[in-house]
């Protein structure tokens, strides 16, 4: 496990879909990209943040992921906002596909990294918040924030 995290580097994490969301279970696919794609992620140039996924006929589609355009990538750059196809088994997608028909759940984007140089992306069924859900979860962090803030000045003591 040690070494798996080692090969692992992050590219960018969806922060406002844990502050959006009740994330239920997750599952690491790949993604379809073109060469100037992964150039460009490996600048950093992605945005996560209003991006989500669809099933489409047995298929995963993220949408609303924004690549930038590979600097020196002239006519091999691709649209931004494209479509593009995620890479899971057939089961797992059938499986994904019953959840957010049945279970009114959403897929969301969490985060996405390389793995032995390969783009993964983590997928989230995630579950929406209500406002009050929202507001309870930023007073509890807000509450553990200040007990280990007490706890670090009290051992500096």
Not at 72 to 89: E, S, V, W
Not at 120 to 142: H, M, S
Request: aromatic letters at 6%.
């Amino acid at each position: 496990m040690a070494a798996e995290k080692q090969s692992s580097k992050t590219i960018a994490v969806n922060r406002q879909a844990r502050h959006e969301y009740f994330v239920m279970e997750t599952l690491e696919t790949g993604i379809a990209l073109a060469g100037t794609e992964v150039k460009s992620l490996r600048q950093g140039t992605v945005n996560m943040k209003d991006s989500w996924v669809d099933v489409e006929d047995g298929e995963l589609i993220v949408r609303g992921l924004h690549i930038s355009p590979y600097e020196k990538g002239n006519i091999f750059n691709r649209d931004p906002l494209r479509a593009r196809k995620l890479l899971a088994h057939k089961n797992e997608i059938r499986k994904l596909g019953q959840q957010i028909k049945l279970q009114g759940y959403t897929l969301i984007p969490l985060s996405l990294y390389f793995k032995r140089g390969r783009v993964k992306l983590e997928l989230g069924v995630c579950k929406g918040k209500k406002l009050y859900d929202k507001r309870e979860t930023d007073a509890r962090r807000a509450a553990q924030r200040d007990i280990d803030r007490a706890l670090k000045s009290h051992n500096n003591r």
